[in-house]
């Protein structure tokens, strides 16, 4: 039984209770973590793997035999993730270029439904270049997204000004020239998140249908692992930065979903009930068991 966690602490907990529920798990260390996403997704590389929110989402609408054990390993806001390095802010997108590593990325998925609903901004009026395809095979960039040249890199391409705007979470330079698209960025994001009531979730984690079929018990047992990890480090703020439980992850899921759709990042609307549905009746279990 294979395991892919990007945080040790996770990762030591799904371990255990795996073990102690009778399977024989390792892990599978890949960094970044999101490289291990095209293997799991399309080949089934690993048991359990963390993965990007809307991966998930293009997992199901392609059809493919992903499922979703309700724990997020990264949480965080996303506000700030669009960058520049002159004066321009979101309201000079529109005629502009922007750069993100690839149209499914998940922070990028959620600036761009934050420029669209906070700000009134039509994403097709921007020019938009990516770097890289989808981790889902068979999904494609919109007819309206241009992809760069082999070889380029979104880091130069911003640093040295063939993009106006770049879109980028971890991957981000360090310059002292980036200051944020968005003013304020952080406390614009913080009061984004007590207004919808949650965080914009980033990576989640999903198991195979193979995997729940042959390891259930096991997979129960490292969810309910994970789940006290994150609850014993709640700090009790306006929202929970690590929901767990289908009914926590539930509003991110929906409001990620809507704004797939809407970006042509998946080709059909996502009912969170499917992922919801579908896990439970591969693992055998009620809704109540895994938080709704």
């Known amino acids: 039984m294979k395991l892919v966690l990007g945080r040790d602490d996770l990762a030591a907990a799904a371990l255990s209770a795996a073990r102690a529920a009778g399977a024989q798990p390792e892990r599978v260390e890949i960094k970044p973590v999101h490289k291990a996403s095209r293997g799991f997704v399309n080949g089934s590389d690993a048991d359990l793997c ?5 991966t998930v989402l293009q997992a199901l609408a392609y059809g493919k035999p992903v499922l979703l054990l309700p724990v997020t390993t990264l949480g965080r806001h996303q506000h ?3 960058v520049t390095l002159g004066r321009l802010s979101v309201a000079d997108v529109e005629g502009r270029s922007v750069g993100v590593r690839a149209w499914s990325q998940t922070t990028g998925v959620w600036m761009r439904g934050f420029l669209t609903e906070q700000y009134g901004l039509d994403l097709r009026k921007a020019d938009w270049t990516t770097y890289e395809g989808h981790h889902v095979d068979g999904a494609e960039d919109p007819s309206w997204v241009k992809r760069a040249p082999q070889g380029a890199k979104l880091q130069a391409d911003f640093l040295e000004g ?5 879109i980028m979470g971890n991957e981000l330079p360090a310059d002292d020239r980036i200051r944020t698209a968005v003013d304020h960025a952080h406390e614009v994001a913080e009061q984004w998140s007590k207004d919808q009531g949650f ?11 193979a995997a729940a079929a042959e390891h259930p ?4 047992a490292a969810y309910d692992a994970m789940r006290s990890v994150l609850t014993a480090q709640e700090q009790g703020g306006p929202v929970a930065l690590h929901p767990v439980g289908f009914e926590g992850l539930r509003p991110a899921f929906t409001k990620a979903a809507a704004y797939a759709l809407e970006q042509d990042v998946i080709p059909r609307a996502v009912d969170y009930d499917e992922l919801v549905e579908r896990s439970c009746a591969a693992l055998g279990v009620t809704r109540s068991r895994l938080g709704g």
């Open 50 to 54: 963390e993965l990007a929110i809307v």
């Open 80 to 82: 700030q993730t669009m």
């Open 162 to 166: 063939r993009v106006d705007f770049g």
């Open 199 to 209: 965080i914009p979730v980033n990576h989640v984690v999903g198991v195979s249908e």
């Open 217 to 220: 018990a096991a997979l129960l």
